[in-house]
């Protein structure tokens, strides 16, 4: 029987990939992943998605002001770059000689490390 709860979403993009936007304010950027929010089904790339958080000055943080952050965007969003063309690609996974899952691209059929 299937779990029905607590179940791990699977996703094509992992942290340290570069990925480019293929929707929203930012489309055509492209960037390194920082964070995976696998639950949230949201990641944070470099450079994409500058939000402004604004900090009171308090006793243990005196020099307030407003700082500039990555913040979280759908994995929907993003799509992985091919590292061996440049481009953005779709993602297939398929088992190697020894069993293991590895993910490839679809473009060109390389695998992705």
């Given at each position: 029987?299937?779990?029905?709860?607590?179940?791990?979403?699977?996703?094509?993009?992992?942290?340290?990939d570069t990925v480019q936007v293929i929707a929203g304010d930012d489309k055509g950027k492209s960037g390194k992943v920082l964070e995976i929010q696998a639950v949230k089904n949201r990641a944070v790339?470099?450079?994409?998605?500058?939000?402004t958080k604004h900090?009171?000055?308090?006793?243990?943080?005196?020099?307030?002001?407003?700082?500039?952050?990555?913040?979280?965007?759908n994995i929907s969003n993003l799509m992985l770059v091919d590292p061996a063309s440049g481009k953005p690609?779709?993602?297939?996974?398929?088992?190697?000689?020894?069993?293991?899952?590895?993910?490839?691209?679809?473009k060109t059929g390389e695998i992705i490390k």
């Open positions: 029987m299937e779990r029905k709860f607590n179940k791990q979403p699977k996703l094509n993009i992992r942290k340290g790339v470099e450079g994409i998605a500058i939000v900090t009171k000055p308090s006793a243990g943080k005196p020099e307030g002001g407003i700082k500039k952050t990555e913040g979280t965007i690609t779709r993602v297939g996974r398929k088992k190697d000689a020894e069993g293991n899952l590895q993910r490839f691209a679809k």
